[in-house]
T-cell receptor, first 117, second 108 residues
């Protein structure tokens, strides 16, 4: 149980274009979904928290107009990187929780490796 | 001071030995503590969660929490080469905060 999928697993795009990443909870309803970013040799950094039907809460320093998050249902959240630049190249990982807030177990998707050329 | 600190390692143990991984955290208000395993190029996998002081055992894994000392540990008994990975300690302090991880090498 507690399986989270992400699509695509990797993507290469040109600078200035937009990329959408999907995160789905396959066998449970995710009250809360989280988006993380991980640069090489670094740990995961939370970008934003989203609850179904409401606006995402972004961490300090994360541009909400650049990283658009939509949490349309209890099983699907999307992250759109708009006007991507090479410095946005990273490993993007979503996670999902069955409960509200971050105090409960989070189950991670397999991640999406984004390369912006 | 980092919010969640781990020794980056590598921690090298022989196959079958006990691997001991440690973590300290700075926020005394932290309520939830997790250990994740991350293989190179992959996303984290939840191993254990612990919420109260003391030990919590799950198979070959034991998590230990000491809130007074702000210390969390993970013991892996009979460690296997396939468990060579980076082990991430994560603590909730309003949000889930990860340590930098400890690289574990289990040598055959």
């Amino acid at each position: 149980g507690a399986v989270v999928s992400q699509h695509p697993s990797w993507v290469i795009c040109k600078s200035g274009t937009s990329v959408k990443i999907e995160c789905r909870s396959l066998d449970f309803q995710a009250t809360t979904m989280f988006w993380y970013r991980q640069f090489p040799k670094q740990s995961l950094m939370l970008m934003a928290t989203s609850n179904e039907g409401s606006k995402a809460t972004y961490e300090q320093g994360v541009e909400k107009d650049k990283f658009l998050i939509n949490h349309a249902s209890l099983t699907l959240s999307t992250l759109t990187v708009t006007s991507a630049h090479p410095e946005d190249s990273s490993f993007y990982i979503c996670s999902a929780s069955t409960a509200a807030g971050s105090s409960y177990e989070q189950y991670f998707g397999p991640g999406t490796r984004l390369t912006v050329t | 001071q980092k919010e969640v600190e781990q020794n980056s390692g590598p921690l090298s143990v022989p196959e079958g030995a006990i691997a001991s991984l440690n973590c300290t955290y700075s926020d005394r208000g932290s309520q939830s503590f997790f250990w994740y395993r991350q293989y190179s190029g992959k996303s984290p996998e939840l191993i254990m969660s612990i919420y109260s002081n003391g030990d919590k055992e799950d198979g070959r894994f034991t998590a230990q929490l000491n809130k007074a000392s702000q210390y969390v540990s993970l013991l892996i008994r009979d460690s296997q080469p396939s468990e060579s990975a980076t082990y991430l300690c994560a603590v909730t302090a309003g949000k889930l905060i990860f340590g930098q991880g400890t690289t574990l090498q289990v040598k055959p």
